[in-house]
């Protein structure tokens, strides 16, 4: 009989990020889905812009009505209009639905945008503000319209471009933003004026827009950080679903840990291993008593405790085996001291099953027998599913010993191999002589553990 631990390989490499180097490689398949959470993420800074721009337009539309005064001496003009005002925001509006309605539908089909017209894209975004600035300049006069609000809006659009989580296309943003109010503040034809005012001069209208591309840069920044964090934690999360696949559901944190840090892949090896198989005995007669929903929860019931302490002592479960499991001590991870973490796991699992059976109607009674050899481990199967295995005459023989308790009576064997490794004496081992098992020609030495 030979064993296997059975567990999908469907999973990528694993991989991991550093500070600021780049992003971690993902697999095709998370890194089409990181693509379109990208999108995602640029459906919500399309919908925020939208709502930002309602809110204001709506906040002015209140105040001119109910307060047309106070909106003129705001405005150092009696030339306030109203419908200038949605003569900017109705094609901002119908801009954005139009851009929201491409990225939903390129979600939807499972594409991504071109990178063409999210540049695109970014320069008519962007050019909106200098149309508010230009009809703003045009109603209470370039000096007091660029001193006013209207220059801040860009800083709207620079801070949500982090959302794309691109470096590139928020510099952009910035670029845009800088140029076009330094064409705005120094090409107007009527900033020709009288007098002496330092916010003027053109030194004053190149430092603003300095500061509109270093806000761009920065957003860029701030985008692509949170990029590479999401691509790290994606690659995490796809390095231990590669444990799990190829290992199994039943790995403790603290081997996953080890795993992903000594990058185990699975490959062919061969391994000095402590297999160990448990059987709980008389569960399938006492079974046909009970109901399957009975059964099932005692089963997890049971299972909950034994696999706990597994993972305790660094070993994994390879396969449950209907009312039973097999695990291994010392593979995928080497451990010189597998054969004395599978005992002390035997034996605590004795402990716990006697505590257990106090606070259950149902007791059980378990069979444990460990082995300790070499094994071929790694992944075999087909070129569509491969999963990790091991194979082998160890595997064999202690299935042979955890049967034999049946005939002793006993909860606890171990093979020769075992006791030797122990190294250290057992006042607890009975040895129960060399012992004719099935499938072997010549007695094999077999101790009883307490």
């Not at 999973?11 to 693509?35: I, N, Q």
């Not at 993972?311 to 991870?333: C, E, S, Y």
């Not at 057992?426 to 099935?438: F, I, K, L, S, Y």
Request: proline share 5%; aromatic share 8%.
């Amino acid at each position: 009989m030979n064993a296997a631990m059975t567990r999908s390989d469907r999973a990528g490499p694993a991989m991991t990020a550093r500070g600021a180097a780049p992003a971690p490689k993902l697999s095709a398949e998370l890194a089409h889905a990181f693509a379109r959470e990208v999108l995602v993420t640029e459906t919500l800074r399309i919908k925020a812009l939208i709502v930002a721009g309602t809110v204001l337009v709506f906040l002015l539309t209140v105040a001119y009505v109910v307060a047309p005064d106070v909106i003129r001496n705001i405005w150092h003009s009696s030339r306030f209009s109203i419908v200038l005002l949605y003569a900017v925001y109705v094609p901002f509006v119908i801009f954005e639905l139009l851009v929201l309605r491409v990225i939903q539908h390129r979600i939807a089909i499972g594409g991504d945008v071109p990178a063409i017209r999210r540049y695109f894209s970014v320069l008519i975004e962007t050019s909106l503000p200098t149309l508010g600035l230009a009809v703003h300049m045009s109603q209470m006069g370039p000096p007091r319209a660029l001193a006013f609000v209207a220059p801040l809006i860009y800083f709207i659009f620079i801070i949500l471009s982090t959302l794309r989580l691109d470096f590139w296309l928020s510099a952009f943003t910035g670029i845009v933003a800088a140029v076009e109010l330094l064409l705005m503040a120094t090409v107007y034809p009527s900033l020709m004026f009288e007098g002496y005012d330092p916010t003027h001069e053109f030194g004053f209208h190149i430092a603003r827009s300095f500061v509109l591309l270093a806000g761009g840069v920065l957003a860029g920044a701030v985008g692509m950080q949170l990029r590479r964090q999401f691509m790290a934690t994606i690659a995490a999360a796809q390095a231990r679903d590669t444990v799990t696949n190829l290992f199994g559901q039943h790995v403790s944190p603290q081997v996953v840990e080890r795993l992903m840090a000594s990058g185990a892949d699975g490959a062919t090896d061969i391994h000095t291993v402590a297999v160990m198989f448990v059987d709980i005995r008389g569960f399938t007669a006492a079974a046909r008593q009970r109901t399957p929903a009975e059964v099932v929860q005692r089963l997890d019931s049971a299972f909950a405790v034994l696999v706990e302490i597994v993972d305790r002592h660094h070993g994994i479960v390879n396969k449950f085996l209907g009312d039973g499991f097999l695990a291994l001590f010392g593979a995928p991870l080497a451990d010189p001291d597998a054969a004395r973490s599978a005992v002390k796991a035997a034996r605590e699992m004795l402990d716990a099953m006697q505590r257990d059976n106090t606070d259950s109607s149902w007791p059980l009674r378990i069979g444990i027998g460990i082995h300790l050899g070499e094994v071929v481990a790694g992944n075999v199967g087909s070129p569509r599913r491969k999963e990790y295995t091991v194979i082998g005459d160890t595997v064999n023989f202690a299935a042979r010993l955890e049967a034999l308790n049946k005939d002793f009576g006993s909860q606890l064997l171990v093979s020769g191999q075992v006791y030797d490794d122990l190294k250290e004496p057992d006042g607890g081992a009975v040895q129960r002589g060399p012992v004719t098992v099935r499938g072997y020609e010549q007695p094999m030495p077999v101790w009883q553990l307490a």
